[in-house]
């Protein structure tokens, strides 16, 4: 019984999450695809949304050469605290859904910090 690549990743996603819900702290989701990345904001329960960026938003992807590179990552990090900032949260607990720390999450993650996001 081999486990997939997708499956290893979401129960490493899975004890993240626990640890931040105990927190109580907002939550910045990320996802990413080859082609696109997603940002979510989520309240301290997990039960809403509170903001969201991604590279299918025409206003973050404008200007882009590609919506699946390091460059929109951090279109999409400066986007998501913004609208983090513009609903009042300015400290959130990164949940990189799984996926390892490094190029595009890593961007989105340095552009938020960046934008005033502190994690």
Request: charged letters at 30%; zero cysteines.
């Amino acid at each position: 019984m081999n486990i997939s690549k997708k499956e290893r990743r979401q129960r490493r996603a899975v004890k993240t999450r626990a640890q931040i819900r105990a927190l109580k702290v907002a939550r910045l989701t990320v996802h990413r695809t080859p082609r696109h990345i997603y940002a979510q904001l989520f309240d301290g329960k997990g039960e809403r949304v509170l903001a969201s960026a991604s590279t299918l938003q025409k206003d973050v992807a404008a200007g882009l050469k590609s919506t699946g590179n390091i460059e929109a990552a951090k279109s999409v990090g400066r986007s998501i605290a913004e609208r983090a900032k513009a609903a009042g949260i300015t400290r959130v607990a990164f949940d990189r859904a799984g996926f390892q720390y490094h190029g595009r999450v890593k961007a989105l993650a340095e552009a938020a910090r960046e934008a005033g996001l502190e994690f």
